[in-house]
C-alpha cells in the first residue's frame, strides 16, 4: 500500500513537499516513481530518481528513505500549472533505461494520490 500526503492550497512560488509511505511490500525492493493528473489530463511522469520531466527541471527534486519506507517530492518554485493530483507508484521490474520508468504502465502499485492547488 503507497500513501500520499502533504498536498495542499499554496500560492505561486511557494513550497510543498509529498510524502509517500509504503506499506506491505518489501519497499527495498521496489523502485519509486511520481506522477501528476491535471484536471481534464491524463496523467503524467514527473520524477524519477534523478530524471524529471522538462517541465518541473530545477524546481522539484525526488529523494528516498529507505529507513522509514518513505519517498518525498520536494516543490519549489510553485506555478499554477503544476496544479494536479500527485501520485506516487512502485515498480518491482528492473531496467537500465530511465525512461523504462516513466511508463506509467509498468508500475505495479499506486497511491491514492494528493491534491496540490498552486493560486496564481
Known amino acids: 500500500q503507497l500513501v500520499e500526503s502533504g498536498g495542499g492550497l499554496v500560492q505561486a512560488g511557494g513550497s510543498l513537499r509529498l510524502s509517500c509511505a509504503a506499506s506491505?511490500?518489501?519497499?527495498?525492493?521496489?523502485?519509486l516513481g511520481w506522477f501528476r493528473q491535471a484536471p481534464g489530463k491524463e496523467r503524467v511522469f514527473v520524477v524519477f530518481g534523478e530524471k524529471l520531466a522538462n517541465s518541473v527541471k530545477g524546481r522539484f527534486a525526488f529523494s528516498r528513505d529507505n529507513a522509514k519506507n518513505t519517498v518525498y517530492l520536494q516543490m519549489n518554485s510553485l506555478k499554477p500549472d503544476d496544479t494536479a493530483v500527485y501520485y506516487c507508484?512502485?515498480?518491482?521490474?528492473?531496467?537500465?533505461?530511465?525512461?523504462?520508468?516513466?511508463?506509467?504502465?509498468?508500475?505495479?502499485?499506486w497511491g491514492q494520490g494528493t491534491e496540490v492547488t498552486v493560486s496564481s
Open positions: 507508484a512502485a515498480a518491482l521490474r528492473t531496467s537500465d533505461s530511465y525512461s523504462y520508468y516513466y511508463k506509467s504502465e509498468i508500475y505495479d502499485y
Open positions: 506491505g511490500l518489501p519497499f527495498n525492493k521496489y523502485h
